[in-house]
């Protein structure tokens, strides 16, 4: 069993698209490769922490796009999920969603919006939300960011990430 971790799919929003430049022909043709690459990593006794923003899609369309990713889901909702409830994105297909950051492995803090880290916490704040945006680095030494424009679409697992702390520290 594998954890695995990504933000920010926005599954069915057009605007997506252009605010990120995403190099997808159209919504369509970005959620299957989305599905895809999901597909391709996660096996059905791993967990995907998915941290917030989900799908521009209505209850139906998750439900069935969710019954098609494998692995146990869990959500931390982001600010454009937050028109459900956690019991409604159980009932659609989470295994868990929460409101508030969770702390994986007694060190990772999970979250959508990035936390305020510093060198003597510790911990390690692996967050999206902030897509692409170039005022936020990729990984800083106690900081990781998954929205999907970083890590080529696809989760990534918790060894990869633990490496990509490792080289930051090293540097």
């Known amino acids: 069993m594998s954890l695995f971790f990504l933000a920010d799919t926005h599954f069915g929003d057009e605007n997506i698209l252009r605010y990120e430049n995403r190099p997808f022909a159209s919504v369509e043709e970005m959620d299957r490769e989305l599905i895809r690459r999901w597909t391709q990593r ?3 006794e791993d967990t995907v922490f ?3 923003d989900f799908s521009a899609w209505g209850p139906e369309k998750d439900r069935e796009v969710l019954s098609l990713l494998p692995g146990k889901k869990v959500l ?3 600010n454009h ?4 409830s956690p019991e409604e994105w159980r009932q ?5 969603a929460v409101p508030w950051p969770l702390l994986c492995e007694g060190f990772f803090l999970l979250s959508h919006e990035p936390l305020y880290m510093n060198r ?4 390690a704040n692996l967050y999206g939300h ?8 990729d990984v800083s030494s106690h900081s990781v960011c998954v929205s999907v424009e970083r890590i080529g679409y696809s989760p990534i697992s918790l060894e990869e ?11």
């Open 92 to 96: 659609l297909g989470f295994q868990e």
């Open 76 to 78: 931390v909702l982001g």
């Open 50 to 52: 998915h941290l917030g």
């Open 130 to 137: 902030v897509h692409g945006n170039p005022s936020y680095r």
């Open 81 to 84: 999920d937050r028109h459900r």
């Open 42 to 44: 996660v096996g059905p």
């Open 120 to 123: 003597n916490m510790p911990y």
């Open 161 to 171: 990430i633990r490496q990509k702390l490792r080289e930051e520290q090293d540097e």
